[in-house]
């Protein structure tokens, strides 16, 4: 992608916020303003085996826009942040060869953050690699990953979540395969994109969200997520299934709660997430905030940062 020096009258307008919180009904309505259309960045919605459980946009809403990255992928593929930004960048490219803004939006942070401030080049993991790790953890226990990493580099293993399995792993896998510690590899430079970034935020009363959220998980259940979950049983163990919805269903099918508990866990445990989110979104200064009801101010903010005027709604 060619880096121009002039400013670029491009825009990807982001739409984050919590789950539940209504990304999906600003998105359209505001690629529909522009006449442009939506990248979905959101980490779960991309395998084409989970549409309950990951509030995909319904077949009405995914008429309404064209969206990009939902059912592309298989939970049986592995598929990375570092892999969403290379994708999701030669879609901005082929998208403003005909928009000037493009929608982008979702609810992963680091699919976001892939996009708009770049990943590290790191390697991608031998699979035969990643398993091994796996083994050892799940046959020797956290503390010999811990050992391993603290030899392998002493300045990460100072930095990260010790009690954090993946992260440690990851680090591992990294250290093992180029020879070098992780934390060198690691460069945290922003990327300089071709294209100008406005970022929106949707946030309300931290009551209406958690209320937001019981509801929509009502009607996941309503609308057969228990089936979809039941479906997919038999692999989950799958890393693209270690995600709520799913892990409290496959827990109550292996006798460890009713049906009424999970349903419970469920709600809490998307309210826990929200929250992540929430605080993960608010240390991001590019980040301009709004009710989701306030669609008419969004798009006077957008067309203040582009100049450019969409359709009038």
Known sequence: MAHNNTPSEKTLIVIIGPTGIGKTTSSIAIANHFNTEIISA????????????????????????????????????YYSAWEFEQDALALCESLFAAHNQVVMTGGSMMYVDAVCKGIDDLPT???ELREQLKNQYQNEGIESIRRQLKQLDPVFYTEVDLMNHKRLIHAVEICLMTGK????????????????IAKIGLATEREEIYERINKRVDKMIQIGLISEARSLYPYKNLNSLNTVGYKELFDCFDGKHDEAKAIELIKRNT????????SWFKRDKEITWFNPRELNKMISFIEQKTGAPGKSI
Do not use: C, M, V, W
């Open 125 to 127: 993991i031998d699979e």
């Open 271 to 278: 309210r826990r997430y929200a929250k992540k989110q929430l």
């Open 181 to 196: 510690p992780y934390s060198k590899l690691r460069t945290n430079t922003i990327k300089k994109r071709p294209f100008n």
């Open 42 to 77: 959101d980490s779960r919605q991309i395998f084409k085996e989970l549409s309950i459980g990951t509030a995909t946009p319904t077949p009405q809403e995914l008429a309404s826009a064209k969206h990009h990255n939902i059912g592309t992928h298989s939970i049986h593929q």
